[in-house]
C-alpha cells in the first residue's frame, strides 16, 4: 500500500497550491479520502473529506470557501486544491485513506507534504 503526495512547495500568502496523492495497492475506489495537516506544535487536523464516490465532501471550517478536495477514481489519485492561502496553513499535508468493513477498521497514510505560505 502506498499514498504519495506531491504539490507541496513555498506560496506567498493569497496564491494557490494544488496537491495530489497517488494511491496504489489498495481498491482506491471503495475508501473514503482525507488530507489532514499538522503544523509545528500542534496536533493533527482534518482539513477536507471525501466519501468513497465522490459524491460528498466536508471540510474544516478555516478553510471553507478556499479549499476544494476531489478524487479522480481512474487515476487513483486525490486532489485538494488550496486558493487564497493565508500563513496559517502552513503545516505538513497528509493524505488519508480509510474504510470500515466487517466490523474491521482499513486506514493508511502517506508520508506527507510540506506547504510553507510566507512572503
Known amino acids: 500500500v502506498q499514498l504519495v503526495e506531491s504539490g507541496g512547495g513555498l506560496v506567498q500568502p493569497g496564491g494557490s497550491l494544488r496537491l495530489s496523492c497517488a494511491a496504489s495497492g489498495f481498491t482506491f475506489s471503495s475508501y473514503d479520502m482525507s488530507w489532514y495537516r499538522q503544523a509545528p506544535g500542534k496536533e493533527r487536523e482534518l482539513v477536507a473529506h471525501i466519501i468513497s464516490s465522490g459524491g460528498s465532501t466536508n471540510y474544516a471550517d478555516s478553510v471553507k470557501g478556499r479549499f476544494t478536495i476531489s478524487r479522480d477514481n481512474a487515476k487513483n489519485t486525490v486532489y485538494l486544491q488550496m486558493n487564497r492561502l493565508k500563513p496559517e496553513d502552513t503545516a505538513v499535508y497528509y493524505c488519508?485513506?480509510?474504510?470500515?468493513?466487517?466490523?474491521?477498521?482499513?486506514?493508511?497514510w502517506g508520508q506527507g507534504t510540506q506547504v510553507t505560505v510566507s512572503s
Open positions: 488519508n485513506a480509510f474504510s470500515f468493513r466487517s466490523l474491521k477498521k482499513y486506514e493508511f
